[in-house]
C-alpha cells in the first residue's frame, strides 16, 4: 500500500506558508527530484504574492495540514498582523469573538464559550494572567511583535493547554524559516474620534517597532529581536445606573431609576514589549530555541462625573411629573426635589509587568527516535490603584444648597437625559468633601468623628481601590517520538509535563478624609483643571480637578479599609496548582481505498494537586480577625482524542474530532479565605456549629465530551470553504450551592479558641460542582479570491464566516442556565483588495446577545447582559515596492479606521430594554503609520 508521507521539504515549506497547492498525494508518487523542484517552483509562485493576501495564504495552508481542527492568522510580516489589536484580529476568525473592554477588543470567545472555558499558550506553553482567574486579557499581548495564532477547537493528547471549548496559542517568529536578513521599522499615529473628553487626557498617541531577524554561522543560528513601544489614547462618555427598584401601588408593580453614575473617561495605555528569540540547529539532529518576552504595561485612566441619586436618594420624587411606561411598568421620566449630588474626579492606574521564558530541544536520536525536552516559565504583577474623589454642595445627609433633578428614558439604551438648576462647575458651589453619607464603618467613625455630632458617618472624602495580583508558573515537558513502520501508524509520541503555578491576590482599600475635616474645601488653583462638559447627560459643566496632585501632596489621610470591613479578607488569597500529566499520541497516516486517512489518536492523564492558604475570617471587638484557614484537594481526569481527516481528493477532506476535556474553577472561586461563624449553642438543620461562605478549594474541573465534523474544501490557492458541526456533552459544571467543610484546627474567630472535636464541621455555601448539559452548533466559513470568476479581478476576495451556537444546560437543581460569552450567533466578513501595491479591505465582526463579565464595585467580577454589537473596521495602504518604485523598495503607508459606525457597548439591567446598566460610547480611532523594510 502506498502511503501518504510528504517529504522534509515539503512539510517545511507548508510550515512556513509558502508551500501553495502543493498536494502531498500526488507528490509521494514522484522522485524526491521532482518533488522538490515541484515544491520550489510552488513556493515561488506563492512569494510573489505578498501583503494581506500572502497571510491569507499562510493561515490556509496551517488550517490544511493540521491534524487537529484549527482556525489560523498569519502575520505577512513580523509586527504587521492586519489589526492594531491582537484580539480584533483573534476575533475575525470563524466561531470566535471579542468582548470590549474600555473600548478594547479584550476578551475571546470560541463557539459560544467565555474566555474562563479556553486556554491561551504562548508558543504552546501555558500563560498567566493579570485577571483574578484564569481568562487573559489580550490587550497586555502587542500584536506589533507576534507572527501568527492558532486556535485549536479539537485538541490531541500532546496538547498543555486546557480548555472546553479550545486552545489559543499565539506564536512568534522563528528566525532559521527566514531567507534573509531582515530589518524593519513599523511606525503609527493614532487619534481618536471623540474629542479630549477630560482637559488633562490624551487625545493622539502614536506606537513604533523596530525588528531585526538574521542567521549566522553557515544559517546554523538565527537572532530574531523586536521592541515595540505605544502610547494608545481612548475616549469614552458613560452612562452607568446603581439599579432600579421595583415598588408596588395599588396592585400594580412598577420600577424606577434608582440612581446613576455617568462619567466621561479619558484613558492611554503605555506598553513597551520586548522579544527575543535564539534558534540553533548546529546539525540535522539538534534543533533548540530559546524564547523570552517582556511587556510592561500601564493603563491610565481620568474619570469625571456626577453621581445622581434618584429614588434611593434624599429627594422627594414629584409624582405629577412622572411617565410610565405602560408596557414594562418603568417610569420613564420624573422629578425629585431636594436632591443631593456626588461630582467625582477619579484617577485609576492598572501597571502590569509581563516576563515569559521559554527553552525548547529537539534532538534526533537515528532514523527512528527523536527527543523533546521544554521548560519554560511566566510571570506578571499586576496593581490598581483606583481613586475616587469626591465633591459638594456641603459634607453629610442634608447639608449644602440642594437641587431639583429630572431625568427622561428616550425609549433607547443610550441611558436618561437629566434636567438640573445648579452650576456644577462653580469652584465656590462644589468644595471637596464628603456630600453624602455613604455607610458606618467603625474604624472610620471612631478616628474621625465623634457621636451625636451632625458630621458622623461622614468622614469618607474619597476611596481608593488597591488590589494586587502575582501570577507565577513553571512547566516542563519531556517527549519521545518513534517512528514506527506500520500501514497505520506513522509515529508514536510519549511525553510527560509538570506545571506548577501559584496566584496570590491581596485585597485592600482606603478611606480617603480630608485634613480640613469636618470643613470643606474649596479645590486650589494649583490643582484646577478647568472644567469638562457633562452635556451628553444634559448636567452642563463640573469642575475638574488633579485628585492624585492632591494626594501626592498630603490634603487626604487615609485609613486602611480591612482594619474593620471583613470583604477584604475574602478577596485575598493565595491558590497553587501542581500538574502532572502522561500522554501517548499515535500518528496516523493510512489509506481508505484511494484516499489518504491521517490524524491521531491518543489518550492524555492528568493528576492535579490543588492548595490554598486563606483566612476564616471574623470580627472582634469591632476588628477583623484573620486565623489561618489551609486546603488542599487532589483529583485525576483521563482525557481520550482523536483526530481524522480523510481525504476525498486533492482538495477535499473530512475531518471527524472528538475528544473529552476539561477547564478548570475560576482560581478566585478555589481560595480558602471565608467569612467564618462558629455557634457555641445549636447546631443548625445540617447539624453543624460551623457556618461559613467564600471560595471552596475541593472544586473540580468542569468536563466535556466533545464531537467535531467538517468539510473542507481548499479550491484554490487562496481559496476554501468549510462547514463544520460540533457538539459537546458538557457535565460538572460550577454553580451557586451549598456543601459540608471540615474545621479542624481552625480557631473561632469571635473568640480565638477552637472547637471541640465533636464540632468541627461546616455548612459551607459557595461554588459547588454540579448540573451540566449541552451545547451544539454548526459553522460556515469560506475564503473566495474573485480571480476565480475573471482574471480582471485578480486581487479581489472575500473572507466571511458565520456560527450558530444553542445550549441547553441546567443547574444541580435543575435550573436553566445561560453559559457566559455565548452568542447565538457571531458573523465576520472582510473584504479586500490587494493590487499592484494599492492595498484595503473592510472588515465586520458582529454577535448576537449575550452574558459577560465586567468590573464592579471593588473590582468584583460581575455578569450582566450585554447586547449583541457590529464592529466595522477598514483599512487603505500602498507598497511603494510592490507597485514597482525600487528606489523605495521595503516602503509601505497605510490608513486604518476602527469603529467606524461608532458602535457603543450596551449592557442592560435584567431583561428590560429601557432599564440600561451601562451606554459607552468610544467613539472612532484612527490610525497612519508606515512600514519600512531593509
Known sequence: MSKFKPSLLTLALISAGLAGTVHAADADKKTDKEKAAEATKKAVETIEVTGFRRSVIQSLNTKRYSSSVVEALSAEDIGKLPDSSIAESIARLPGLAAQRLDGRASRVTIRGFGENESSTTFNGREQVSISDNRGVEFDLYPSE?????????TPDSSLEGEGIAGVIDLQTIKPLSVDERVIQFNGQIEQTGLEKLNPDGDRTGFRGTFSYVDKFADDT????????TMSSPNQENRWNAWGYPEFEVGGNKFSILGGAKPFVRSSTLDRDSTMLVIEASPNDDVHMTFDALYV???????????????AWGQGSIDAATATVDEATGFVTSAITKGQRVVVRNDVEERKADLTSLGFNTNWTINETWALDADISYSKVKRKIWSIESYAGTGRGNDEG???????????GNTGAKFTHGLDYSDFDLIQ???????GWNGALNDKFNTAGTPYENAAQDGFINAPEIDDELMSLKLAATQQIDSEVISDITYGVSHRAREKNKKSEGYYMTLNAFPGTLVVPEEYREGSVSLDFIGMGNMIAYDTQALIDDGYYSLTAQSISDPAHATKSWNVEEKITAAFVKADINAEIGDMPLTGNVGVRYVHTKQSSDGSAFGVRDGKVVTPANYREHSYSNVLPSLNLSLKLDDDQALRFGAAKTLSRARMDDMNASQSATYSQERPDDNGNYWSVSGGNTALEPKEAIGYDFTYEN??????????????????NWIFDGSYEQDMTGVADPATGNIPPADRNTATASGKVNGGGGTLKGWEASITFPFNMISDSLDGLGLIASHTS??????????????????SERIQSFTLYYEKSGFESRVSMRKRSDFKGDVYGIGFDTQQVDILGETIVDAQIGYNFGDAGFENLEGLSIFLQGQNLTDEPFTSLSGDNALQVRDYQQYGRSFLLGFSYKM
Open 145 to 153: 511583535i507576534m507572527s501568527g495564532v492558532t486556535v485549536y477547537k
Open 221 to 228: 543560528v538565527g537572532v530574531a529581536f523586536a521592541h515595540s
Open 296 to 310: 510592561d504595561f500601564k493603563d491610565t485612566k481620568i474619570l469625571r462625573g456626577i453621581e445622581v441619586p434618584f
Open 401 to 411: 444648597v440642594a437641587d431639583d433633578i429630572g431625568y427622561t428614558f428616550d425609549g
Open 432 to 438: 471637596l468633601g464628603g456630600p453624602l453619607t455613604w
Open 714 to 731: 481548499y479550491f484554490s490557492q487562496e481559496g476554501y470553504f468549510s462547514l463544520a458541526y460540533f457538539y459537546k456533552d458538557l457535565s
Open 805 to 822: 451556537v444553542s445550549s441547553d444546560i441546567k443547574d444541580q437543581n435543575d435550573n436553566d442556565y445561560e453559559l457566559p460569552g455565548l
